[in-house]
Nanobody, 121 residues
Framework: QVQLVESGGGLVQAGGSLSLSCAAS????????MAWYRQTPGKQRKLVAT???????TYTDSVKGRFTISRDTAKNTLLLQMNRLQPEDTAVYYC???????????????WGPGTQVTVSS
């Protein structure tokens, strides 16, 4: 089984920065695509940024130029550097990984429990 745990959320003023980290643990054979999602109360979880195993990244339009997703493959860690934060970025941020473990013949989708990011105006 694979477990994900996010860290780095908190309260920041508009214009400030935060760095999120997501560590994967357990028996991991391979990690494929990794992503950050965010969700606000009463709304669907939305994709923020993705990174492939080769390092190709994509971003939702609202965070382009402000957020940077990266991964440390050796440490099974996913990162999200968030700069010039705005109140609209306030949400619970979730780490997502497609990973393969010895318990399954096929890769599976894993989620972290989420970390709260609050941006005050």
């Amino acid at each position: 089984q694979v477990q994900l745990v996010e860290s780095g959320g908190g309260l920041v003023q508009a214009g400030g920065s935060l760095s999120l980290s997501c560590a994967a643990s357990g028996r991991i054979l391979n990690i494929y695509n990794m992503a950050w999602y965010r969700q606000t109360p009463g709304k669907q979880r939305k994709l923020v940024a993705t990174i492939t195993r080769a390092g190709t990244t994509t971003y939702t339009d609202s965070v382009k130029g402000r957020f940077t997703i990266s991964r440390d493959t050796a440490k099974n860690t996913l990162l999200l550097q968030m700069n010039r934060l705005q109140p609209e970025d306030t949400a619970v941020y979730y780490c997502n990984m497609v990973a393969q473990s010895p318990a399954s013949t096929l890769p599976r989708n894993y989620w972290g429990p989420g970390t709260q990011v609050t941006v005050s105006s």
